[in-house]
């Protein structure tokens, strides 16, 4: 162990561990200890505790009054402790200390304010322009601006180590007073030795009394114990450190008034500066009005001027007169003719510089003796031009809609149709083999997911071929699944629920849903629509490409019946057309403005598009019907296809969902009736139930295959466990002489 060398302080302390703390320790005995673990005294123990803390962070005079007075408060005790005068002098220091800390704060609020206020004037001088010797803001207030004012210690009280301590001639309480509490504010170590050193006195006696009320007896003894200390006889330094915090609360009240009044300066600045943009700003909105007129009767009443070589009329009440305005209103009328010229300037400016641009390319024409034909190149460019931006316009506009939004039928509770990769993809189901496993086709483990998640991670996963309940995943499987091997136990006994799932694709005969209804949408096209598939009730994250609506609007035209007239000598036989015939147009309509390219035409085409729609809306022959994209069916009357509500949303996804179930049971007993039909037949011909019986036998090895196995298997693992009685099936009689 290397050499540490210890500082005298720390040596101190660790001698007087050792001569005076460790011989008590070792003498001490403990004789209830039992009181000790009580609940009313642990509680009291833990105040104590977080009293003790409080003590050594403040660092108070006494202690014990204090520590007394914060247990009293903490335990809701009725024992109020006297304050003396030293307590007295304590709390009015405290009360100084918090008028500092409101003067401190306030001079923050008026800086802050200062601060702020001078920023605004800096706008509102660039705003109105002044010139440099009409500026409101001197290099006092920029200096101020720049200049943070820091937040000290010395701000907040008055430094205790500075303060003269009473002389050497004092009484003998009065050494003992300041050695016991005001030196241990100097040193940390011995007031944590002092109070640490109370504090255990208190414990040991709290414990060798047992009193039933801990908490009165720990506040009784602390306020004993700080009684027994003899009061100062000079209260000297309390008075001194008073009257050290009333000056320097006098200085921080100083302080605050040249910073209130700073403040006050700038806020007289800032309301005169608004003052001089508003009457600016009054004085432009009345210069930019036009108040001539032309004659518009014989005597016209105004004072004439002459503007343009013409004759013009002001109206009466409209001109301005200095010598009516006051000297503020002058000099806002000055800023206001100033900012208009300004103005008028970059105008004629600008417009000078593009009438300068103008005869320069004028020139060049005129010099370069192309004219007319650099005029016809610029129409056939501007024309060009100006197509190819419609048709660029047009076409980012398509591209963006269609790009960012989702169709007008993509909203919650909508019914749709998937693409049929997505609905084989749901239509996948797994076969259970119980207690069966196939460890060789494993290639990755998931550990604690439920058989749903795993079913969902398998039917997205193609190279996933079934999957075992203890999370393993199958790449392959065997051809025949009777080749399947027990399950292993690993941690816990195997149950009927654990097992093997194989992935099973539904056959090509197989009806497969493709129809769901939305319940969730994203936010812009590239997020996944969630839907739920009709009657399966799988929910799937499908992308908006691959969903389309279910029920189309198709436009038709009904044929109206023709008749002919019979004439007197003659009857003539006609051909007569059902009324309900209808006749399917092609074209899809949509209400959409994204799925139509607005199209640059001329008047006339688009005139006659207008009176060609016109003459559809009042033609009584046209009408719509609702195709179902799924089933084909064709209804006249638009069907509820958009569920909004959540409840009716799931009322109709689970009335699907029964529906669907007793389809799949109705069609699974007709299929066990189709096989029992196949057997009996089966059965009933000599070929094929010596086919049936050579089945039979296949099937009675593969299970004593099965059964060496499992013995060895179990053999091997030193499992020995009884086996279940097997039960008599429907085939027992035939293997039962094959055993």
Request: aromatic residues 8%.
């Amino acid at each position: 162990m290397p050499w540490i060398r210890l500082t005298p302080e720390q040596q101190l302390r660790k001698t007087r561990w050792k001569d005076v703390h460790v011989p008590r320790v070792r003498q001490a005995t403990r004789p209830n200890n039992a009181y000790i673990d009580r609940p009313e005294v642990l509680s009291v123990l833990q105040q104590l505790s977080d009293g003790l803390r409080q003590v050594l962070m403040t660092r108070p005079l006494r202690p014990w009054p204090w520590l007394a007075d914060y247990l009293r408060r903490v335990c809701k005790l009725g024992h109020v402790v006297e304050q003396d005068s030293q307590v007295v002098l304590m709390l009015e220091m405290h009360k100084k200390r918090r008028v500092i800390q409101n003067t401190l704060l306030d001079t923050k609020a008026d800086e802050v304010a200062s601060k702020q206020l001078i920023r605004r004037i800096q706008t509102q001088q660039i705003a109105l322009d002044l010139p440099p010797e009409e500026l409101r803001l001197d290099d006092d207030d920029q200096v101020f601006l720049e200049t943070e004012i820091p937040q000290e210690q010395s701000q907040w009280s008055v430094d205790v180590s500075a303060i003269t301590l009473p002389p050497e001639q004092a009484t003998e309480s009065m050494d003992k007073w300041i050695a016991t509490h005001l030196a241990p504010q100097r040193d940390l170590n011995a007031y944590f030795d002092v109070v640490l050193r109370g504090v255990t006195q208190a414990l040991v006696g709290l414990e060798l009394a047992g009193p039933e009320n801990p908490a009165e007896w720990i506040v009784h003894c602390f306020q004993q114990m700080g009684a027994s200390a003899e009061p100062p006889a000079a209260l000297t330094t309390f008075f001194k450190t008073n009257y050290e915090l009333l000056r320097k609360i006098e200085e921080l009240k100083a302080a605050q008034r040249v910073m209130h009044l700073r403040r006050e300066r700038l806020e007289e600045i800032h309301h005169t500066l608004d003052d001089e943009l508003a009457v600016r700003a009054r004085f432009i909105e009345k210069l930019r009005t036009c108040h001539v007129t032309v004659r518009t009767q014989a005597i016209m009443e105004g004072t004439p001027v002459f503007l343009n070589g013409q004759k013009h009329w002001v109206l009466p009440g409209s001109l301005l007169v200095p010598s009516q305005l006051t000297q503020d209103e002058l000099v806002g009328l000055q800023r206001a003719e100033r900012f208009l010229m300004e103005e008028d300037e970059r105008r004629w400016k600008y417009l000078l510089r593009q009438q300068l641009e103008y005869d320069s390319c004028v020139r060049i024409q005129a010099a370069y003796k192309c004219w007319i034909a650099y005029r016809a190149y610029q129409i056939v460019t501007s024309q060009r031009h100006h197509a190819a931006t419609i048709l660029q316009r047009n076409y980012f506009h398509y591209l963006y809609h269609r790009a960012i939004r989702l169709p007008a039928w993509c909203v919650v509770g909508q019914e749709v149709v998937v693409a049929p990769s997505i609905a084989q993809k749901c239509a996948t189901t797994f076969q259970f083999y119980a207690k069966k496993d196939f460890p060789t086709g494993n290639y990755k483990r998931l550990e604690g997911l439920s058989v749903a998640a795993l079913m969902e991670i398998c039917r997205q996963d193609e190279e996933c071929a079934a999957f075992s309940t203890d999370g393993a995943l199958k790449r392959f499987v065997p051809r025949k699944l009777s080749q399947l091997k027990p399950m292993s136990e690993t941690t816990r006994p195997l149950t009927l629920s654990d097992g093997i799932y194989v992935k099973v694709y539904p056959a090509k005969t197989d009806k497969v849903v493709n129809t769901g209804i939305i319940t969730a949408i994203p936010e812009g096209r590239f997020g996944l629509i969630r839907v739920v598939l009709d009657g399966i009730g799988i929910t799937e994250d499908v992308p908006v490409q691959k969903l389309s609506d279910r029920w189309r609007k198709v436009r038709i035209r009904r044929h109206k019946r023709v008749e002919k007239r019979k004439p007197k000598a003659f009857v003539f036989g006609g051909v007569q057309l059902d009324e309900r015939q209808l006749a399917l147009e092609t074209e899809r309509h949509s209400d959409h403005a994204y799925d139509v390219l607005d199209v640059d035409e001329d008047e006339e085409e688009m005139a006659r598009r207008r009176r060609r729609r016109r003459g559809e809306e009042d033609d009584p022959l046209l009408d719509f019907v609702f195709e179902d994209v799924s089933t084909k069916e064709v209804r006249e009357v638009e069907p509820i296809h958009t569920y909004p509500d959540n409840e009716d949303r799931v009322h109709v996804i689970n009335t699907r969902r029964q529906a669907y179930e007793a389809e799949k049971a109705v069609e699974y007993e007709a299929k066990k009736l189709a096989s029992a039909v196949r057997l009996q037949c089966a059965w009933r011909s000599k070929r094929a139930r010596e086919a049936f019986r050579r089945v039979l036998e296949l099937r009675a090895k593969e299970k004593d295959r099965e059964r060496l196995v499992a013995d060895v298997h179990a053999t091997h693992t030193r499992q020995h466990k009884p086996k279940a009685q097997p039960r008599r099936g429907f085939l027992s009689r035939f293997l039962g002489s094959r055993r």
